[in-house]
């Protein structure tokens, strides 16, 4: 059974840094689409940023690019968001989210489609 737990959510200031942590297991396959997503009160869940363990593609929502990067560790298992210059804006519960997935292409689909969540770790930024 897959499991993800996310870590490394906190409070910092407009501009600041933070890195997210989800720590994966129970994967029977090798190609997974792993994922950060968010959901501010109020709001849908969004997509923030994707990555194909088959190859290594990312994908990131507009809102993100140039300002976040995701990774992955395979020996511990782990997948990272690396939050830079962050602004109010990006404040939310953050949840590390995968699928299984023949293609590359299938990680940019919609929300729907990844059937395992973690259990989120809260960003707040302040202005």
């Known amino acids: 059974q897959v499991q993800l737990v996310e870590s490394g959510g906190g409070s910092v200031q407009a501009g600041g840094s933070l890195r997210l942590s989800c720590a994966a297991s129970?994967?029977?396959?090798?190609?997974?689409?792993l994922g950060w997503f968010r959901q501010a009160p109020g709001k849908e869940r969004e997509g923030v940023a994707v990555?194909?363990?088959?190859?290594?593609?990312?994908y990131y929502a507009d809102s993100v690019k140039g300002r976040f990067t995701i990774s992955r560790d395979n020996a511990k298992n782990t997948l990272y968001l690396q939050m830079n210059s962050l602004k109010p804006e990006d404040s939310a519960m953050y949840y590390c989210?995968?699928?299984?997935?023949?293609?590359?292409?299938?990680?940019?689909?919609?929300?729907?489609?990844?059937?395992?969540w973690g259990q989120g770790t809260q960003v707040t930024v302040s202005s």
């Open positions: 989210a995968a699928v299984g997935a023949k293609y590359n292409t299938y990680c940019s689909g919609p929300l729907y489609r990844y059937n395992y």
């Open positions: 990555i194909y363990t088959g190859g290594g593609s990312t």
């Open positions: 129970g994967f029977s396959s090798n190609n997974y689409c």
